[in-house]
């Protein structure tokens, strides 16, 4: 069943990170109503199997169907490595993941052939941007960098002066070694750390060196996807709405909300067990 | 079954962060064997419900009562809160925990009454350190205090510097507000920033603050159990033997290994399924 072009984005992730995808959804589809689910009773995913990570994104996939969306985001690079398919199958509905828009966007931006993804240890290990980056071109190289440091800092509040500036410096020194061209920031916390990461980068390895954020790439792919099938919510007068989902409330929860959403106004966070 | 006073003594940590305890006890027991089992592949523990971790601890128990040790160390605070216990009525061995005696040094130590806890969100959320404190001094306040970014540091190896330095700095600070004057190292990986942690406790605090080490305190305690028993391993020419299972081997193992236990002289680890 494929809801009409009226019918919001369905977005979910492991915990409150994939905010910075509805951030970058709601930069580029402004009148799109968007329900949104974090699994933050069982975040962190990354240390999970992948059949254990099939079954929890498709329990958070089949909740956002329950309101009828048209199309849904996986905001969360673990799922993307592992369930996009499957999800598709059961569910026959349109969905995208993170993974391939970053690894496209690299491969289209590099010229030297060498790409950096900097992710968590889990995204690193799993390789999942290494095999969408050389299905998509077998002359280009990656070079994983995890960036362990950059989520517990995100989730601090942290994201400003001289810990997570030498913390990213840190980080860029292997892949400035290895002569990366493009770098793609793939873990939904590192928008935060964006600008930090591109000054860095730009001075470690030019100005012709660019930064990659999945966040964005997802959501410029997320607006062609609708254009093309005609799901594009029709032009209004009113904002789109937004609904935020969780399957636990932590006590930092709104102050990490507005965090990732760059919005003071957050919506009351719905509680659902799954 | 409990085996004599030459058999070994077994220690299990949900990874390698354990470690710290084993130098410790070999720092107070040179002659004591040790067989070391870091559950790495299920690592963390923290964000496991407490019948899973109580399911594991007792697959890491059972392993090392197979090599008929005398006492079993918890080295895990996520495990100590929630399974020493059973593990006791289980293997009918003697089980120590990490948090008792931290909680104990604490009480102790303290002459305002109020204490603090340096420890990872987990072990905060679940308040183990505050049930045993107040188990043993109502009197006694506890604040606690989640320092998120420095197991990342440590298993880095990020140790010494301006970053683990201020990170120190600012999760002292409501510690100092809250006017404590001894602050419990309740995660096994923060032994590494123990002069770090002290000398800005005393430069934020006074001279008078007492930074207690969960790991020397649990040392010192398994010495004085092992000796009210008649445990203690016979006095004897040679040091302390070492083993070192592992349920996964990960990349950056010995040097992790070698960082954690203080040593460059590490075993081999050998890799067992439990």
């Known amino acids: 069943m494929r809801a009409g072009n009226e019918a919001p984005l369905g977005v979910f992730d492991s915990g409150l990170g994939g905010l910075t995808v509805v951030r970058a959804l709601r930069a580029v589809l402004p009148h799109e109503d968007i329900v949104y689910l974090g699994d933050t009773a069982r975040v962190p995913y990354g240390t999970r199997g992948a059949a254990t990570v099939v079954k929890y994104a498709g329990a958070c996939a089949r909740q956002l169907v329950s309101h009828k969306v048209k199309t849904i985001v996986i905001a969360c690079n673990t799922v993307s490595a592992v369930a996009p398919e499957q999800l598709r199958i059961d569910l026959d509905l349109p969905v995208l993941g993170v993974i391939e828009p970053g690894a496209r966007a690299a491969v289209a931006a590099t010229k030297t052939g060498r790409v950096g993804i900097l992710a968590t240890p889990g995204t690193i290990f799993s390789q999942a941007y290494t095999r969408a980056v050389t299905t998509l071109s077998t002359r280009t190289e990656v070079f994983g960098q995890a960036a362990p440091l950059l989520v517990p800092l ?6 400003e002066g001289e810990v997570p500036r ?94 990732f959403l760059g919005d003071e106004n957050i919506p009351e966070a719905e509680q659902i067990d799954l």
Do not use: K
């Open 154 to 159: 995100a989730e601090e509040g942290w994201v």
């Open 166 to 259: 030498l913390a990213v410096r840190r980080y860029l020194e292997p892949l400035a070694r290895a002569g990366v061209d493009a770098i793609v920031l793939g873990c939904t916390h590192y928008p935060l750390f964006f600008s930090i990461i591109e000054e860095e980068a730009h001075a470690m390895m030019g100005p012709e060196v660019r930064v990659i954020d999945s966040a964005t790439t997802v959501a410029a792919e997320t607006r062609s996807f609708l254009a093309s099938r005609s799901l594009l919510a029709p032009p209004r007068e009113r904002a789109g709405s937004m609904r935020l989902f969780a399957t636990d409330v932590p006590r930092s929860f709104s102050e990490m909300a507005r965090r």
